[in-house]
């Protein structure tokens, strides 16, 4: 497709199971980033990526949350031990290059039971 | 750091209405702002942008001006219709090299009701 996809769309699940999020950028951006927007809020920032390598995971909240991109296209946001609190809509941006503006994608919303 | 201040709703408007949602910002360096639209059920929509100071953006009878000044980025529209009900984001980035990329940073959103 033309815009950023994030699979699933919804996902529930239950606290403690472990659970990961898909997000294919449009095709040759470089640059990923990962956000969260938690209800009544706007987007937190989580991770970026530039190619492959992670260049900034300041936003990631504790050691449960991690996300890979191996072969510098899809990302797959991962997080262990779930908790209730972890209940948002994930949000996949992509972009050519780094400083170039993002395209978002639709989100998958997560709520753990 | 680099934050957003946006005005607290909900906002609730009459059709024809005027509408302004205002935003400031704190920022270190030259940032890019932005609105976005998150109509129900549905993911963020670029609404406007403004990249330098004194621009203004505009897009659906919305309109917001970059005023460094000031620090703001006021949303406006003359004349709201029902269907402009939705949440609206005031957003910067700030390009500040490749370790940290072009990341967003939102205000917590207004949401607007207009009715008939």
């Known amino acids: 497709g033309a815009g950023v996809s994030q699979t699933p769309s919804n996902k529930v699940t239950e606290k403690g199971k472990y659970v990961e999020l898909r997000c294919d950028p449009i095709s040759g951006h470089t640059a990923l980033y990962w956000y969260r927007q938690s209800l009544g809020q706007g987007p937190e920032f989580l991770i970026y990526?530039?190619?492959?390598?992670?260049?900034?995971d300041s936003g990631l909240p504790n050691d449960r949350f991690f996300a890979v991109r191996p072969e510098g296209s899809v990302s797959t946001l991962k997080i262990q031990r779930t908790e209730r609190g972890d209940s948002a809509v994930y949000l996949c941006?992509?972009?050519?290059?780094?400083?170039?503006?993002?395209?978002f994608g639709d989100g998958t919303r997560l709520s753990i039971l | 750091g680099d934050s957003v201040t946006q005005m607290e709703g909900p906002v609730t408007l009459s059709e024809e209405a005027f509408l302004t949602i205002n935003c400031t910002y704190t920022a270190t360096g030259y940032p890019s702002l932005f609105w976005y639209v998150q109509y129900p059920g549905e993911g963020l929509q670029l609404l406007l942008k403004?990249?330098?100071?004194?621009d203004k953006g505009s897009n659906k009878g919305f309109e917001a001006t970059y005023r460094k000044e000031t620090t703001s980025f006021h949303l406006e529209k003359g004349s709201v219709q029902v269907s402009d009900s939705a949440v609206y984001f005031c957003?910067?980035?700030?390009?500040?090299?490749?370790?940290?990329?072009?990341?967003?940073?939102f205000g917590t959103g207004t949401s607007l009701t207009v009715i008939p």
């Open positions: 941006a992509s972009s050519l290059t780094g400083d170039q503006p993002q395209h």
């Open positions: 957003a910067l980035s700030d390009f500040r090299g490749w370790n940290t990329g072009n990341q967003f940073y």
């Open positions: 403004a990249t330098k100071a004194d």
């Open positions: 990526f530039q190619g492959t390598g992670a260049a900034d």
